[in-house]
């Protein structure tokens, strides 16, 4: 009695990274806590090593302001320092921030494409720092100088330490962040994510959400802090848009439905 044998399984190459099955949704969202997690605890050491360089940096601060900072009640020190503090954490932290973002936006890459998103880190970095180099050198010189000399026949100015530090460091720390937004894009081109006809197609959305973004950074009623951040911002989104019409030449080619 003869027994049939059977032909020999094909061998196939292990999966790569990303090709693997799908997240179910508590997997995303165990995922979410997990990259939350690490870009709290990325903070925090961030802000450890801001309350060494706060002093320093309070100092240099307090060069527009022309004087040593004004308080009003007994925590409004404590309160500015840690503000400082907590910006010096967030520029430290800002690639760990960074990668966590990427990782979770699109979990499913490939290990191509995940050394695509290692070495854009260093770059994004940059970027974030160039960004806030702008606002302190470009911007906050003529908003306060915008600010102080409005109106100076009526009202005598003397800001308070923690009005004052929340305006520059928000200003500093939200455009470094703005200057990532374009290599972010490429990034996002590159793994087939965005195209340059998606931003172009929704330039109304952009011009609005710059418009919130700016009124947001800039706290104040004047619209000529306003337009001097929401310029640089619709700068950035059409750098975005020129930076993805190069990626997507390089994007991940589309799976087939």
């Not at 308080?71 to 020190?77: A, I, Y």
């Amino acid at each position: 009695m003869s027994t049939k044998t059977r032909p020999p399984a094909p061998v196939t190459d292990p999966p790569e990274d990303g090709d693997g099955g799908r997240m179910t949704f508590l997997g995303h969202l165990d995922e979410l806590r997990r990259r939350l997690v690490r870009a709290a605890f990325a903070l925090a050491i961030g802000t450890l090593v801001g309350f060494t360089l706060a002093r320093p940096l309070l100092i240099y601060l307090q060069g527009p302001y022309g004087e040593r900072f004004q308080v009003l009640d007994p925590t409004g020190s404590v309160v500015s320092f840690f503000r400082v503090s907590l910006l010096v954490g967030g520029i430290v932290s800002i690639p760990v921030i960074t990668y966590q973002l990427l990782m979770f936006i699109y979990p499913a890459l490939t290990r191509k494409e995940k050394r695509r998103v290692l070495s854009a880190i260093p770059a994004i970095t940059l970027l974030f720092l160039i960004g806030a180099a702008f606002a302190w050198f470009i911007l906050v010189p003529p908003a306060l100088g915008f600010l102080e000399d409005f109106q100076g026949d009526i009202f005598f100015v003397q800001w308070e330490a923690d009005s004052y530090l929340g305006f520059v460091t928000a200003l500093i720390f939200w455009m470094g962040v703005a200057f990532e937004t374009p290599l972010i894009f490429f990034v996002l081109s590159l793994l087939g994510l965005v195209t340059p006809g998606l931003l172009l197609k929704n330039w109304r959305i952009a011009v609005v959400g710059s418009g919130i973004a700016a009124a947001m950074i800039t706290p104040t009623v004047d619209p000529v802090n306003m337009f001097l951040v929401m310029g640089p911002l619709l700068a950035l989104y059409t750098i975005s848009i020129l930076l993805t019409s190069v990626g997507s030449r390089f994007a991940r080619p589309q799976e087939p439905e």
